[in-house]
């Protein structure tokens, strides 16, 4: 039987460090797979659905880049983070 896709964009396999912020908390994992919506990370730490992660990326030419996310989905392998996208606003309120 072929399921349907949920993700929103493709994600690309990866083995690469990474390191992320749950509850002021700094934990390294592995990036298995990545988007533009979105990560899988490998990590033996136990998370919930719903926290919010802050993640470091840790190799070129990403390095020092960060971006925010929700975990929306934790198995015993890693979890799955769905990255927040900033709304663009007019700085001048108009």
């Given at each position: 039987?072929?399921?349907?896709?949920?993700?929103?964009t493709?994600?690309?396999?990866?083995?690469?460090?990474?390191?992320?912020?749950?509850?002021?908390?700094?934990?390294?994992?592995?990036?298995?797979?990545?988007?533009k919506?979105?990560?899988?990370?490998?990590?033996?730490?136990?998370?919930?659905?719903?926290?919010v992660?802050?993640?470091?990326?840790?190799?070129?030419?990403?390095?020092?880049?960060?971006?925010?996310?929700?975990?929306?989905?934790v198995?015993p392998?890693?979890?799955?983070?769905?990255?927040w996208?900033?709304?663009?606003t007019?700085?001048?309120?108009?």
């Amino acid at each position: 039987m072929i399921t349907k896709e949920k993700r929103e964009t493709r994600r690309l396999p990866h083995n690469m460090p990474m390191e992320f912020i749950v509850q002021d908390h700094r934990y390294l994992g592995l990036i298995k797979n990545i988007s533009k919506s979105g990560v899988f990370i490998e990590t033996r730490e136990l998370f919930k659905v719903g926290q919010v992660v802050s993640m470091t990326y840790a190799f070129p030419p990403f390095r020092g880049k960060n971006k925010t996310g929700k975990i929306i989905n934790v198995d015993p392998q890693g979890i799955g983070v769905k990255f927040w996208r900033l709304k663009k606003t007019n700085i001048s309120g108009k």
